[in-house]
T-cell receptor, first 115, second 113 residues
């Protein structure tokens, strides 16, 4: 079992729909939770990150973390065709050696928003 | 503002050949890393560096070497290419060991035949 599980999709929704993307994880030591967006043939770019449990909102995007359930979500309101991309969750914990936050990535979920 | 620059973007190698993927960043980041991305496997960490002169192995280091002689550059060397190394490679950097915002390059598409 991978430390971070993410359904690869694809998830196809009509324009304007609310999208819910999710990841589960097994390592209770994870402290930082991130969402990256990756357009086709491009590198991932950070969309949002949160520390510990709770919600964080940024425009049409809301990141939610439930540490008790080891479950994180990314919600996209009023989805647009330009949101079509692969969304990767990532999580990190401070390592004793070097104190480096090395993230563990999910496999990514492919989202298609059709007009 | 160049960010993280990778070269080449596309490369075809024959089995057994060696090559180096170049990565440079102009953000004065201490932490740099290399990932490979394969269908269904997500991003897997190959090697990383927390500063000049310091490197360490990630999840899938076999068949790859790295060095970090300067803060700016972090080349990835394939010693003897194998078809299993056909993948998309991403270089990434962040400010320092405690930073969480990782900046990725555009990727290098490598095919080994």
């Amino acid at each position: 079992q991978k430390e971070v599980e993410q359904d690869p999709g694809p998830l196809s929704v009509p324009e304007g729909a609310i999208v819910s993307l999710n990841c589960t994880y097994s390592n209770s030591a994870f402290q930082y939770f991130m969402w990256y967006r990756q357009y086709s043939r491009k590198g991932p770019e950070l969309l949002m990150y949160t520390y510990s449990s709770g919600n964080k909102e940024d425009g049409r995007f809301t990141a939610q973390v439930d540490k008790s359930s080891k479950y994180i979500s990314l919600f996209i309101r009023d989805s647009q065709p330009s949101d079509s991309a692969t969304y990767l969750c990532a999580m990190s914990v401070s390592l004793l050696r070097g104190g480096s936050y090395i993230p563990t990535f999910g496999r990514g979920t492919s989202l298609i928003v059709h007009p | 503002n160049a960010g993280v620059t990778q070269t080449p973007k596309f490369q075809v190698l024959k089995t057994g050949q060696s090559m180096t993927l170049q990565c440079a960043q102009d953000m004065n980041h201490e932490y740099m890393s290399w990932y490979r991305q394969d269908p269904g496997m997500g991003l897997r960490l190959i090697h990383y560096s927390v500063g000049a002169g310091i490197t360490d192995q990630g999840e899938v280091p076999n068949g790859y070497n790295v060095s970090r002689s300067t803060t700016e550059d972090f080349p990835l060397r394939l010693l003897s290419a194998a078809p299993s190394q056909t993948s998309v490679y991403f270089c990434a950097s962040k400010t320092d060991s405690s930073g969480n915002t990782i900046y990725f390059g555009e990727g290098s598409w490598l095919t080994v035949v």
